[in-house]
């Protein structure tokens, strides 16, 4: 067993309105910032041991489709190191 | 017979709800949800609040815990089950009714009276009233922005499956009416089976008379048919 460290992105689907997002632009215009748009997601590091980087893979997308995102609103993806490149 | 109120560490509307229940000669019980479904149940009750924190995402932890299989499984049968603010964001993440509810487009909690108009009164929970009708009811929700695919959405009206609108007092679906940005004003819909339901806003703190508007009394009686 290795340990890997897998880091689930969870997004909204491109079209499904941000509110937090666009209030978090509209302070940062505010603020005297030049910018156009700004995207948020939430990011899940998940340390486990698995056979390999697959099988991690694996376990981190079966926890994305079964709590970490919501299918009807997100989309997510998933990426794998080993534990020690982590950081 | 008896309503189960279920109780999430985190619900705050569960005592509400079983009082509004017996107001109406309707017997409930609020039941933790460690403890499993009593054996009489025949009526199921997901309450408001902001069960475990709202953490990860309104309804989301509480969608997953055992107790919910329980109640897929009472609702296959038949048993009537209403899930109202929290209780319908946990209907929903479980899978009971279609869709999602989100940040409100205002990005803030949203707490008055609102008018519903009923889109099909057909069901058990809105068997009092004609469709097309006003009723007035309070929200208290800051994740009621109701989403859903295009695709689902033409399902859930091809179905006759939307329960409530968000509506002006004439009942006309405005954008001023949607409190909360709501996919088609959407406040309320059915599962597969009618007698299953989740809405937004709060039919047990519009039964009492002391507190206002008595429109939701109608809407619980569902749990009679």
């Known amino acids: 067993m290795t340990a890997y460290t897998a880091t689930v992105t969870v997004r909204l689907k491109h079209g499904v309105l941000d509110p937090e997002a666009e209030t978090t632009k509209q302070a940062l215009d505010r603020l005297g910032f030049e910018l156009s748009a700004l995207r948020s997601a939430d990011r899940y590091e998940v340390d486990l041991d698995a056979e390999d980087a697959d099988e991690a893979e694996d376990r981190a997308e079966s926890m994305a489709e079964r709590l970490l995102a919501n299918p009807t609103i997100h989309d997510y993806e998933v990426s794998v190191v080993e534990a020690d490149d982590a950081q | ?225």
């Open chain 2, 1 to 225: 017979m008896t309503v189960a109120v279920i109780q999430f560490g985190g619900s705050n509307c569960d005592r509400d709800a079983v009082r509004a229940l017996n107001y109406l000669d309707i017997e409930a019980e609020r039941v933790w949800h460690e403890d499993g479904l009593p054996e009489d149940t025949t009526g199921i009750m997901l309450p408001g609040g902001f069960s475990y924190g709202d953490y990860l995402r309104a309804g989301a932890m509480a969608a997953r815990s055992p107790i919910m299989a329980e109640v897929r499984e009472a609702a296959d049968d038949g048993v009537p089950v209403l899930g109202v603010c929290n209780g319908a964001q946990v209907g929903s993440e479980s899978g009971l009714t279609a869709g999602a509810f989100t940040t409100n487009e205002s990005a803030r909690f949203q707490c008055e009276h609102v008018h519903l108009r009923v889109e099909n009164a057909d069901t058990p929970w809105t068997q009092e009233f004609e469709t097309g009708d006003v009723i007035e009811a309070p929200i208290a929700h800051g994740e009621g922005r109701f989403e859903i695919t295009d695709e689902r959405y033409d399902e859930l009206e091809a179905n006759d499956q939307i329960l409530f609108r968000y509506c002006d007092a004439e009942g006309n679906l405005t954008d001023e009416a949607n409190p909360n940005g709501s996919t088609g004003n959407v406040a309320g819909i059915l599962g597969e089976d009618d007698s299953v339901a989740v809405l937004m806003p709060h039919p047990e703190r519009a039964t009492l008379p002391d507190v206002g508007s008595t429109d939701g009394a109608d809407v619980l009686t569902g749990f009679r048919a």
